[in-house]
């Protein structure tokens, strides 16, 4: 607002518009001082106390219109050193500088439409990533590292350019996962494997912070990533593949900063190509195969090992592989469930990585079955009713959110090899006719994905109970009183055409539509099934 104007205003009179305009006329004026003052040559004290102001001002976006421009822009990345590519941020009496010209940077970019267009022009992304390098290895400056990656992230959610700017021309990929392996000191034992320290101390919340910053930029860069072009891309998701896994094994310095980075942790993997996902199982190491082996001795014989779920030493183990990451993502994806909100964001995305994961690869479909679905034994209850995570996951079958209730019913629909007279033995039939519907499986059969067929083997207490459950419901039930067996035939008749009437009344006033199964199995008007398989008919007598 020019002075001219702000004069007008204070002339008219209005205590409450004289008051807005002079606060808005101060607070740009300060603004402008603030700016006059950075270019100058002042104790870094002062520079940090300008800073400090500018960045609660910068929270307001009606001062930011008139301050923002490529002048002010160059005097922040100059502060930050953004602009001097041989500079090693050697001098520790600057960091408190580089610190705060960064949120500054954050709160101007996120609150300003011009910022963003400028950060463009000044090719904003790369400087910092050429900061990353700079401080990519040391603990000391992780508050820097923080509001680098926060900035990174920020500018590559607002814009899409930037995302393929990072991945191809700056190396964001290889450059953000070395950050995260650096944040969580990994040691390689192999290839894709690293040491994970039981007894180690958690996270620092410096640490845990940077590692958070980066694995939302990660998001970022990598969100169109599903398909692998080349071999070096593979190499790098499954890296960063085993970088996630490393991190879904360590806590964070409290129980809600754990779940804050595992939660973007989950997010990351969803973006990773599902053919590299194979690196969150491994193979047991010498040792954990001797402690397998001692786990195995004490198990009933009737048992076998590939069966068998063992946890020994804080070590999740199914067929001879390494399940701890998956054991956590089965974890994290029930404290989910169990917080019973806000299941699109939260729970969404972990159900959607477990269900391609289990589709991929057998080994994690057959250790999520067994801990997920095991043989049913006690078929009293509703599959529905109950505390076991089979018993959640089906409640969610009916859920009032369509996509909720659509990946709840898949991720069980995959554990069960995509066989519906398998899915119906765990959820009953009326908790999975929504499924059944949208695939056209209404009639029975399986999906399209081929799956191993090794049998599901049924307990003796679900064999001498299967008679008696009930298929829509899934449970046992005792056996009802027939209520027409009292009823002589002229009382069954008059209700049969009593239903008749009463049925025929709600499909005339359109209250109920009549439906039938086409033959591919999906659900259409009567009419209209019946006059499919009558041309089928028709077809196959001119056939023979």
Known sequence: ????????????????????????????????????????????????SCLEVLRILSRD?????????????????????????????????????????????????????????LSLELNLAAKLCNLLKKCKDRKCISDIKCFDLRLLFLLS?????IRSQLRYELQGLPLLTQILESAFSIKWTDEYESAIDRNGPPLSPQETDCAIEALKALF????????????????????????LRHCLLIVGPTEDKTEELHSNAVNLLSNVPVSCLDVLICPLTHEETAQEATTLDELPSNKTAEKE????????????????????????????????SSYREGLTPVLSLLTECSRAHRNIRKFLKDQVLPPLRDVTNRPEVGSTVRNKLVRLMTHVDLGVKQIAAEFLFVLC????DSLLKY???????????????????????WYSEDEDTDTEEYKNAKPNINLITGHLEEPMPNPIDEMTEEQKEYEAMKLVNMLDKLSREELLKPMGLKPDGTITPLEEALNQYSVIEETSSDTD
């Open 1 to 48: 607002m020019d002075e001219e104007r702000a004069l007008c205003i204070v002339r008219a009179g209005e205590a409450g518009a004289i008051e807005r305009v002079l606060r808005d006329y101060s607070d740009k004026k300060l603004c402008e001082g603030i700016f006059k003052v950075l270019v100058k040559d002042v104790p870094t004290t002062c520079q940090v």
């Open 61 to 117: 976006k009606k001062i930011l219109v008139p301050v923002t421009t490529k002048e002010n822009m160059q005097i922040l990345l100059r502060l930050a050193k953004l602009n001097e590519s041989d500079d090693s941020l050697e001098k520790v009496s600057e960091f408190p500088v580089i610190v705060e010209s960064l949120k500054c940077l954050c709160n101007i970019v996120f609150n300003s439409q011009m910022a963003q267009q």
């Open 157 to 161: 959610l607002l814009h899409t350019d």
């Open 220 to 243: 970022n860069v990598t969100v169109d990533s599903w398909k692998v072009h080349k071999e070096s891309d593979s190499h790098q998701f499954r890296v960063m593949a085993a970088v």
């Open 309 to 340: 779920t063992v946890l020994k030493s804080s070590t999740v183990v199914y067929n001879g592989m390494n399940m701890e990451a998956i054991h956590v993502l089965l974890s994290f994806m029930e404290k989910r469930i169990d917080k019973g």
């Open 417 to 420: 090899k995509e066989r519906v």
């Open 427 to 449: 959820t009953g039939y009326g908790n999975a006719a929504g499924l059944l519907a949208a695939r056209g499986l209404l009639a029975g059969g399986r999906g399209d994905n």
